[in-house]
Nanobody, 124 residues
Framework: QVQLVESGGGLVQAGGSLRLSCAASGRTGSVYTMGWFRQAPGKEREFVATISWSGSTTTYADSVKGRFTISRDNAKNTVYLQMNSLKLEDTAVYYC?????????????????WGQGTQVTVSS
């Protein structure tokens, strides 16, 4: 099993920045691709960003491209999501996810492990 714990969420004004962290523990050697998803009230969970094991490949949702950056530190078993120029519509619970396969993926169903989520609220 792999446990994922997110941190770094909070309340921020529009235009501000936050950095989310996701610390993995347990059988971390069994997972490769990592991703961030988010879910706003009344909406389905949606893809935000994903990163390959080496960090050389990243993919972003169009809605966050150019504003968010995903990165990872394998020595620390941690994945980050730097969020800049935050907008009201970025308000959601953000989830970290891990996948046992090396191919990056955008669908929640393609991920094997999930964190409990961290709330990000952007105010005007």
């Amino acid at each position: 099993q792999v446990q994922l714990v997110e941190s770094g969420g909070g309340l921020v004004q529009a235009g501000g920045s936050l950095r989310l962290s996701c610390a993995a523990s347990g059988r971390t050697g069994s997972v490769y691709t990592m991703g961030w998803f988010r879910q706003a009230p009344g909406k389905e969970r949606e893809f935000v960003a994903t990163i390959s094991w080496s960090g050389s490949t990243t993919t972003y949702a169009d809605s966050v491209k150019g504003r968010f950056t995903i990165s990872r530190d394998n020595a620390k078993n941690t994945v980050y999501l730097q969020m800049n120029s935050l907008k009201l519509e970025d308000t959601a619970v953000y989830y970290c996810a891990a996948r046992r396969l090396t191919q990056i993926a955008r669908l929640p169903s393609e991920y094997d492990y999930w964190g409990q989520g961290t709330q990000v609220t952007v105010s005007s």
